[in-house]
């Protein structure tokens, strides 16, 4: 299948990557936490499979801090995709999102937060007829916040987001509500727990997905994780998956 054929090539560049990481990571804000206020450019390949296709997402994530209250995260993505019944690849969308945070501090002996409001610009460049894309640009307005525990390093991230589509031949209007959970333990290692249920305002449909990461940060400019997603519910975008990443951090 397209997703197995591909794979084999991301876990050569993961692993030569890890051989050539040394060093250990000092105390701070993790990445995964799109809330952090941190500079990193991740590379990233998710395949999942689904009865629809097989899909391999390729994409660059990344975050640059403007200001220490205004955040710019990014991304590109580029699909391989067997949906038509050929196998196809192409650029599918870019992802452009300014994130404020308005207000951050103490709660209590024990907790600290951090609040964001935001907006995601969704530039659609699929070709639809290879199956890429969804067929419409989306602006996506969002608000949240981050709490985190100063003893145990724990941090919950509830988000809210509504996607809608402002040209195109698609009609998206859709609510999501997020919740990040993300752990660091032993010297350099995190778990992350990422919850998305959507609600489909035109299709009536609940397309819920879950994450889970595993990773290490190798060095103080350098880390690597791997993920499992998993498809929730009968309106599940796809049934399962899993993926890799490499992190610089400057």
Do not use: C
């Amino acid at each position: 299948m397209i997703v197995f054929r591909h794979f084999y090539t991301v876990v050569a560049i993961a692993v030569g990557v890890q051989l050539l990481a040394t060093g250990l990571v000092t105390a701070g804000e993790n990445a995964s936490n799109p809330l952090a206020a941190v500079n990193n450019t991740d590379l990233r390949v998710q395949p999942t499979t689904s009865r629809a296709q097989d899909k391999i997402d390729v994409y660059i994530d990344g975050a640059y801090m403007l200001s220490p209250k205004l955040k710019l995260k990014y991304e590109l993505h580029y699909n391989f995709t067997d949906i038509t019944g050929t196998n196809q690849h192409g650029i599918e969308r870019l992802n452009i999102k300014p994130l404020y945070f308005p207000s951050e501090g103490k709660l209590g002996d024990d907790w600290s937060y951090r609040t964001t409001v935001g907006i995601e610009l969704i530039l659609d460049l699929g070709d639809q007829s290879k199956g890429i894309g969804v067929g419409a640009d989306q602006i996506a307005p969002l608000g949240g916040a981050a709490f985190t525990n100063t003893k145990t390093g724990l941090t919950l991230i509830p988000l809210v987001q509504h996607f809608k589509s402002y040209n195109g031949s698609s009609n998206i209007n859709q609510t999501s509500a997020r919740l990040i959970a993300i752990q660091p333990f032993g010297e350099s290692y995190w778990v992350k727990l990422d919850a998305k249920i959507p609600y489909d305002w035109e299709n009536n449909i609940w397309p819920a997905t879950a994450e889970i990461q595993l990773g290490k940060n190798t060095s103080k400019k350098l880390a690597l994780y791997g993920d499992i997603l998993i498809g929730l519910g009968s309106d599940r975008p796809y049934d399962y998956g899993f993926g890799v990443g490499v992190r610089f951090i400057y």
